[in-house]
Antibody
Framework: QVQLQESGPGLVKPSQTLSLTCTVS??????????WSWIRQPAGKGLEWIGR???????NYNPSLKSRVTISVDTSKNQFSLKLSSVTAADTAVYYC???????????WGQGTLVTVSS | DIQMTQSPSSVSASVGDRVTITCRAS??????LAWYQQKPGKAPKLLIY???SLQSGVPSRFSGSGSGTDFTLTISSLQPEDFATYYC?????????FGQGTKLEIK
Protein backbone atom coordinates (compact mmCIF):
# COMPACT_ATOMS: atom_id res chain seq x y z
CA GLN A 1 0.00 0.00 0.00
CA VAL A 2 1.29 3.41 -0.97
CA GLN A 3 2.12 5.79 1.89
CA LEU A 4 2.90 9.48 1.57
CA GLN A 5 4.60 11.81 4.04
CA GLU A 6 4.92 15.58 3.75
CA SER A 7 7.91 17.45 5.12
CA GLY A 8 9.02 21.05 5.19
CA PRO A 9 8.94 24.25 7.24
CA GLY A 10 5.79 24.93 9.21
CA LEU A 11 6.33 28.68 9.19
CA VAL A 12 7.05 30.84 6.16
CA LYS A 13 7.39 34.62 6.04
CA PRO A 14 5.18 36.68 3.75
CA SER A 15 6.57 37.17 0.23
CA GLN A 16 8.87 34.16 0.62
CA THR A 17 8.60 30.75 -1.04
CA LEU A 18 6.84 27.81 0.57
CA SER A 19 8.67 24.54 -0.10
CA LEU A 20 7.34 21.10 0.74
CA THR A 21 8.45 17.58 -0.13
CA CYS A 22 6.41 14.41 -0.25
CA THR A 23 8.15 11.09 0.24
CA VAL A 24 6.40 8.08 -1.26
CA SER A 25 6.83 4.62 0.21
CA UNK A 26 5.28 1.26 -0.53
CA UNK A 27 5.52 1.80 -4.24
CA UNK A 28 7.59 3.41 -6.95
CA UNK A 29 6.80 6.98 -7.92
CA UNK A 30 7.83 5.94 -11.43
CA UNK A 31 5.24 3.19 -11.69
CA UNK A 32 3.21 5.24 -14.12
CA UNK A 33 -0.07 4.43 -12.47
CA UNK A 34 -0.57 7.72 -10.68
CA UNK A 35 -0.49 11.43 -10.89
CA TRP A 36 1.21 12.96 -7.83
CA SER A 37 -0.67 15.91 -6.45
CA TRP A 38 -0.81 18.66 -3.88
CA ILE A 39 -4.05 19.74 -2.23
CA ARG A 40 -4.53 22.29 0.52
CA GLN A 41 -7.13 23.12 3.13
CA PRO A 42 -7.30 26.36 5.10
CA ALA A 43 -8.45 25.91 8.68
CA GLY A 44 -12.17 25.24 8.85
CA LYS A 45 -12.55 25.42 5.09
CA GLY A 46 -12.78 23.13 2.09
CA LEU A 47 -10.25 21.44 -0.14
CA GLU A 48 -8.40 23.19 -2.95
CA TRP A 49 -6.46 21.27 -5.58
CA ILE A 50 -3.08 22.90 -6.28
CA GLY A 51 -1.66 20.78 -9.08
CA ARG A 52 -0.36 17.43 -10.25
CA UNK A 53 2.69 15.93 -11.89
CA UNK A 54 3.11 12.75 -13.87
CA UNK A 55 6.31 10.72 -13.72
CA UNK A 56 7.19 12.04 -17.17
CA UNK A 57 7.40 15.47 -15.58
CA UNK A 58 4.27 16.87 -17.23
CA UNK A 59 2.30 19.11 -14.92
CA ASN A 60 -1.12 20.68 -14.54
CA TYR A 61 -1.78 23.53 -12.13
CA ASN A 62 -4.80 25.27 -10.71
CA PRO A 63 -5.06 28.44 -12.84
CA SER A 64 -5.66 30.51 -9.73
CA LEU A 65 -2.19 29.56 -8.46
CA LYS A 66 -0.38 28.78 -11.69
CA SER A 67 1.83 31.86 -11.74
CA ARG A 68 3.24 30.97 -8.30
CA VAL A 69 3.35 27.16 -8.29
CA THR A 70 5.99 24.66 -9.32
CA ILE A 71 5.65 20.92 -8.76
CA SER A 72 8.62 18.69 -9.51
CA VAL A 73 9.51 15.02 -9.12
CA ASP A 74 12.73 13.29 -8.07
CA THR A 75 12.39 9.66 -9.05
CA SER A 76 15.77 8.74 -7.56
CA LYS A 77 14.50 9.70 -4.12
CA ASN A 78 10.88 8.62 -4.69
CA GLN A 79 9.79 12.15 -3.85
CA PHE A 80 7.88 15.01 -5.37
CA SER A 81 7.89 18.61 -4.28
CA LEU A 82 5.84 21.79 -4.15
CA LYS A 83 7.10 25.35 -4.36
CA LEU A 84 4.69 28.25 -3.91
CA SER A 85 6.20 31.68 -4.30
CA SER A 86 5.23 35.11 -2.99
CA VAL A 87 3.11 33.68 -0.20
CA THR A 88 0.63 35.69 1.85
CA ALA A 89 -1.49 34.90 4.88
CA ALA A 90 -4.10 33.53 2.49
CA ASP A 91 -1.74 30.64 1.76
CA THR A 92 -1.87 29.46 5.37
CA ALA A 93 -3.33 25.97 5.24
CA VAL A 94 -2.82 22.29 5.80
CA TYR A 95 -1.03 20.99 2.72
CA TYR A 96 -1.62 17.41 1.63
CA CYS A 97 0.33 15.40 -0.87
CA UNK A 98 -1.66 12.71 -2.57
CA UNK A 99 -1.73 10.11 -5.29
CA UNK A 100 -4.38 10.51 -7.95
CA UNK A 101 -5.34 7.49 -10.02
CA UNK A 102 -5.66 7.52 -13.77
CA UNK A 103 -9.35 8.42 -13.46
CA UNK A 104 -8.64 11.49 -11.33
CA UNK A 105 -9.64 10.18 -7.91
CA UNK A 106 -7.44 10.64 -4.85
CA UNK A 107 -6.85 7.22 -3.39
CA UNK A 108 -3.93 7.88 -1.04
CA TRP A 109 -3.28 10.96 1.07
CA GLY A 110 -0.43 12.10 3.25
CA GLN A 111 -1.28 13.03 6.82
CA GLY A 112 -1.04 16.72 5.96
CA THR A 113 1.28 19.42 7.20
CA LEU A 114 0.25 22.84 8.51
CA VAL A 115 2.06 25.75 6.92
CA THR A 116 1.54 29.14 8.50
CA VAL A 117 2.50 32.32 6.68
CA SER A 118 3.44 34.94 9.21
CA SER A 119 6.23 37.35 9.98
CA ASP B 1 -13.88 25.82 -13.71
CA ILE B 2 -16.52 23.26 -12.84
CA GLN B 3 -18.24 24.32 -9.63
CA MET B 4 -19.46 21.66 -7.22
CA THR B 5 -22.28 22.54 -4.85
CA GLN B 6 -23.21 20.27 -1.96
CA SER B 7 -26.38 20.32 0.07
CA PRO B 8 -27.04 20.53 2.84
CA SER B 9 -24.01 22.26 4.34
CA SER B 10 -24.71 20.49 7.59
CA VAL B 11 -27.11 17.84 8.79
CA SER B 12 -27.97 16.41 12.18
CA ALA B 13 -28.93 12.78 12.43
CA SER B 14 -29.07 9.88 14.86
CA VAL B 15 -27.37 6.50 14.87
CA GLY B 16 -29.37 4.19 12.66
CA ASP B 17 -30.79 6.97 10.46
CA ARG B 18 -30.58 6.99 6.69
CA VAL B 19 -28.85 10.10 5.37
CA THR B 20 -28.52 11.47 1.85
CA ILE B 21 -26.13 14.19 0.73
CA THR B 22 -26.35 15.73 -2.70
CA CYS B 23 -23.75 17.24 -4.99
CA ARG B 24 -24.49 19.24 -8.12
CA ALA B 25 -21.97 20.07 -10.84
CA SER B 26 -22.15 23.31 -12.78
CA UNK B 27 -21.84 21.31 -16.00
CA UNK B 28 -22.12 17.68 -16.95
CA UNK B 29 -19.33 15.47 -15.64
CA UNK B 30 -20.65 12.06 -16.68
CA UNK B 31 -19.69 9.76 -13.78
CA UNK B 32 -16.42 11.46 -12.96
CA LEU B 33 -17.26 12.00 -9.32
CA ALA B 34 -15.86 10.82 -6.00
CA TRP B 35 -16.96 11.12 -2.39
CA TYR B 36 -14.59 11.52 0.56
CA GLN B 37 -15.01 11.39 4.32
CA GLN B 38 -12.90 13.61 6.55
CA LYS B 39 -12.66 13.45 10.31
CA PRO B 40 -11.16 16.30 12.37
CA GLY B 41 -7.38 16.51 12.09
CA LYS B 42 -7.24 13.73 9.52
CA ALA B 43 -6.79 13.51 5.78
CA PRO B 44 -9.86 12.77 3.67
CA LYS B 45 -10.61 9.15 2.85
CA LEU B 46 -11.96 7.96 -0.49
CA LEU B 47 -15.36 6.30 -0.11
CA ILE B 48 -16.92 6.22 -3.57
CA TYR B 49 -15.38 6.70 -7.01
CA UNK B 50 -16.85 6.89 -10.48
CA UNK B 51 -20.09 8.06 -8.85
CA UNK B 52 -21.18 4.65 -7.59
CA SER B 53 -18.20 2.33 -7.09
CA LEU B 54 -17.36 1.49 -3.50
CA GLN B 55 -13.70 1.84 -2.60
CA SER B 56 -12.14 -1.32 -1.21
CA GLY B 57 -12.61 -1.64 2.54
CA VAL B 58 -15.48 0.87 2.76
CA PRO B 59 -18.62 -0.48 4.48
CA SER B 60 -21.52 -1.33 2.23
CA ARG B 61 -23.83 1.07 4.08
CA PHE B 62 -22.22 3.77 1.92
CA SER B 63 -23.53 4.08 -1.63
CA GLY B 64 -23.37 6.62 -4.41
CA SER B 65 -25.53 7.34 -7.41
CA GLY B 66 -26.04 9.83 -10.19
CA SER B 67 -24.51 10.99 -13.44
CA GLY B 68 -24.30 14.16 -15.45
CA THR B 69 -24.82 16.98 -12.99
CA ASP B 70 -26.65 15.48 -9.99
CA PHE B 71 -25.18 13.01 -7.54
CA THR B 72 -26.03 11.57 -4.15
CA LEU B 73 -24.17 9.89 -1.32
CA THR B 74 -26.36 7.75 0.91
CA ILE B 75 -25.50 6.23 4.26
CA SER B 76 -28.12 3.58 4.88
CA SER B 77 -27.79 3.22 8.66
CA LEU B 78 -25.58 5.72 10.43
CA GLN B 79 -22.93 4.39 12.73
CA PRO B 80 -21.12 6.45 15.40
CA GLU B 81 -17.94 6.49 13.32
CA ASP B 82 -19.75 8.06 10.35
CA PHE B 83 -20.07 11.48 11.95
CA ALA B 84 -17.64 13.52 9.87
CA THR B 85 -17.50 15.96 6.97
CA TYR B 86 -18.14 14.67 3.46
CA TYR B 87 -16.83 16.15 0.22
CA CYS B 88 -17.60 15.45 -3.41
CA UNK B 89 -14.94 15.94 -6.09
CA UNK B 90 -15.20 16.06 -9.86
CA UNK B 91 -12.52 14.59 -12.10
CA UNK B 92 -14.06 15.49 -15.45
CA UNK B 93 -11.35 18.07 -16.08
CA UNK B 94 -7.79 18.13 -14.81
CA UNK B 95 -8.74 21.16 -12.73
CA UNK B 96 -10.19 18.96 -10.04
CA UNK B 97 -12.67 20.75 -7.82
CA PHE B 98 -14.33 19.83 -4.56
CA GLY B 99 -17.66 20.65 -3.07
CA GLN B 100 -17.71 22.88 -0.01
CA GLY B 101 -18.41 19.98 2.31
CA THR B 102 -21.33 18.62 4.32
CA LYS B 103 -20.86 18.26 8.06
CA LEU B 104 -22.76 15.31 9.50
CA GLU B 105 -23.42 15.85 13.18
CA ILE B 106 -24.97 13.79 15.93
CA LYS B 107 -28.53 14.78 16.82
Amino acid sequence: QVQLQESGPGLVKPSQTLSLTCTVSGGSISSGSYYWSWIRQPAGKGLEWIGRIYTSGSTNYNPSLKSRVTISVDTSKNQFSLKLSSVTAADTAVYYCASVDSWGFVDYWGQGTLVTVSS
Amino acid sequence: DIQMTQSPSSVSASVGDRVTITCRASQGISSWLAWYQQKPGKAPKLLIYAASSLQSGVPSRFSGSGSGTDFTLTISSLQPEDFATYYCQQANSFLYTFGQGTKLEIK
